[in-house]
C-alpha cells in the first residue's frame, strides 16, 4: 500500500508541466517530507520567517519536486507556483533557492552542502538558547561525500542534541560506492541512529515522536530505508527514470499504479 | 608595530566583546591568541578542527541564525579547498561572512607550493557581494575589520605575516586608496607589504629625477577607482605591483579602468604563470619572484623613456 498517492501524482504533474525533474528521487522521499510537515516541524506558512520554527533543509536539492507539492499543500507556495517550476519568472527551480522559495531554509543542489548548513544553524540556535529544531534530509549516494563525515564528526563533538539528519536510504549508494553498516557508522561517530521504513508514514511518526531535543546531546539520526520511484513499479529502477520526464502514455501508466 | 596576527587577535577581541553577534570559528590554527576571546565570549569561539569546507559551510548556517561569522586559517585551504562554499554557501544564498587567513601568498615560504595562495584575489573578485582586503598594517586590519564585518557581505581579510611599517592617520577607510607619495612621471601601484618595496624603489627614482607616485590600495575590491584613474591621467605611466598572480589580480583591474585612454603604458611586478618552488625566507622568496626595488627601478626607468 503506497501512501501519499496524490502528492505522488501532483509531483508527477509538476514534472510534466516543467519539462524536468526528478521523479523517482522524489517518490524516495514524499512520505518523509509529507510526515515532517504533516506531524513533525513547528512551521508557520503565513510567516516563514517565524522565530520560533523548526528549521528543515533538503540537502538533496534534486528531490526539491517532492518538497515543492508539500510546501504547496500547506501554503507556503501556490498551485501557480507549481505550475511555473523551471520556467522563467518562477520561483521553483531543478533545486530550491532560499532566497526565492518561502519555507526553504537554504539553497542545494551539490550535494554535501545542506547538511553542514543545517550544522551551523543548530550550533546558531544554541548559542541563542533558543529551543527550536533542526531537521535535514540527505541521500545514501550523498553520504559519500567527505563532508557529510566531517559534519558527523563535528556535530557529535559539539553535542548538538537539538539537529537531526534524516537520511534518505533509497540504494543510490550501492549502485557504486556502498555505505555498508550505515547505522553503525553513524552510531560510531557518536550520533543516537535510528533505522524505520521510510514510506510507513507511522513508523516515521513513532520515531520522530521518540527524539529527545536537548541544547547538550547527541545529534540524531534516522535511517529511513526506502525505494527509489516508490509507489510505480517501472519507476523503482536506478536507471534511466532518474531525470526523465514521461511522455502522455507512461503519465497515465503511473496514475493507472498510483489508483491500484 | 604590533605583530599582524597578535592585532587579529586584538580586533576580534575588541568587536566581539562589544558586539555578541560575533562568532569566531578556526581551523586548529591561532587557537593560543585566541584564548583571550574564548575566555571574554563564551560560546563564540570555536576551534572546529582540521575540516576547512565544514567550517566555511557550517559559518553560513551561523548566519542564517543571525551572527556574524568568521572563519579563519591559511589563505589556499579556505580559498581554493573551499571555494564551492564559498560560492553557493555565501555568494548564491546572499549571505554574510568575514574570511580571515594568514599566509598571504607565500609568507610559508619555506612550506612549499601546498601553503602558498596566489589566486584569492582572482578566485574571489567574481563571486557576487564580495569585498576583498589586504590589509598590511595592525592599524588598517583594525580599522577595515571594524567598518566591515557586520555589513552583510563576504568580507575577505587576507593578513600577511609582515606590515609595510608606515601609518596613514585618517586615511584609512574600506574602499579608498591612499596616495602615499605625490608625483608625475610614473605610478607605482601596490598592495599589501610590497608598499616597503615601492617606497625604497620611489626614492633611488626621485635620485635618477623620476617622480613616482605611490598609490597603495588595501582594497581590492571594489577598487578605488577614482584615485587610480586620476593618478594614470597624470602621470600616463603605471607600474602595478602586487603578491598575486599575473592573471586576474589588482593589475587587470588597473588596466580596465584605462581601458578607452590612450597612451598609457603599463608594467606588472606579480607571479608567473608558475609555481614558486623555491625555498628560503620571505625575502628570498620576493628576490626571486622579483619583488624587489631594483625591478621596480628598473620597469619604471624602462616605462617613463617609451614615447
Redesign the interface.
Known sequence: MTANKELRKKIVDVVCMAGEGHIPSAFSIIDIVACLYGNVLKVDPKCPDWKQRDYFILSKGHGCAALYVVLEKHGFITRKDLDNKSKRGGILGGHPDRTKVPGAEASTGSLGHGIVTALGIALGLRIKKFTNRVFALAGDGECNEGSVWETALVASNLKLGNLCFIIDNNGSAAQVLPMNDFKKKWESFGWEAYEVNGHDPDELITVFDKLKFEYEGQPKVIIANTVKGKGVSFLETHGIWHYKVPDDNERKMIYKELDQ | MKDMRQEFADTLLEVGRADNKL?VLVGDISHFKLIPFANACP??Y?N??I?E??IV???????????Y?VVHTISPFIVERAY??IK??YS???LSANIITVGSAFDYSTLGCSHHCYTDFALLKPLQNTQIFFPSSPTELNILFKNSYNNGMINYFRVPKLSHGLDFPGLIEPGKAVVVHPGRDISIIVTGPQLRTAMAASSILKARSISAEVIYVHTIKPLDVRVVTESLNKTRRAIVVEEHSMYGGLGDDVVRTSLNTVNIKFDFISIPDRFIRDYGSYEDICEVAGFTEENIVEKADKLVRMP
Open positions: 562568532v560560546g563564540r570555536y572546529i578542527g575540516c569546507q565544514t559551510n557550517m559559518a553560513a548556517g551561523l548566519s542564517i541564525a543571525g551572527f561569522p564551492e562554499q553557493l554557501d548564491y544564498q546572499c
